[in-house]
């Protein structure tokens, strides 16, 4: 079994790189965010600078993207929040099966984000609907953000449930060690 786990982490760069991709995406679509929300506020109060018709719809859209990718980077790092109160009084055993019960769920909800996601981005209201302020843009780019945060979130839940499944199967070499 170590030999699995260990051919397993030679694909941790995939997961590293993977999150400095979405991490540089989640920075660009925060740097679109503030620009064009600026863009828009200096074009209300300057007369000279008129304000994009667009602004509103587009700054929400990249909002949307923000938000699920950012939050698919939170698996990674272990940052959601968590309900940690019982953790101490727990058994670690139980402590550590109970944390990949709910990693597993979550992966669960990211097969489904991408299933319905992609239904949602092939369906007529996503294909046929147009954004309000940019007629010529499908409500595709509405919807796409779903069925991308599935897969993203499928990425690191499988890096955490192996990690979980590893701490189970694995004795820690560290303290055998000492």
Request: glycine share 4%.
């Amino acid at each position: 079994m170590p030999a699995f786990f260990r051919a397993v982490e030679k694909i941790k760069p995939v997961y590293d790189w993977t999150y400095k991709i979405l991490m540089f995406i989640c920075k660009l679509l925060l740097i679109g965010d503030i620009a064009i929300t600026a863009w828009a506020v200096a074009g209300r109060y300057i007369p000279f600078i008129t304000d994009p018709h667009w602004s509103e719809e587009i700054v929400l859209t990249l909002m949307v993207y923000m938000a699920v990718l950012s939050a698919t980077l939170a698996i990674r790092k272990r940052a959601h929040i968590r309900m940690t109160a019982f953790d101490k009084y727990l058994p670690r055993k139980v402590l550590m099966a109970s944390d990949l019960l709910a990693d597993i769920a979550v992966l669960a909800l990211g097969v489904v984000l991408v299933i319905y996601g992609i239904r949602f981005c092939n369906s007529p209201l996503s294909m046929r609907g147009k954004y309000a302020s940019i007629p010529t843009l499908s409500k595709f780019w509405q919807y796409l953000p779903i069925p991308v945060a599935g897969v993203s979130m499928i990425i690191f839940e499988l890096e955490q449930v192996f990690q979980h499944i590893e701490a189970f199967f694995v004795k820690d070499e560290k303290k055998e060690v000492a």
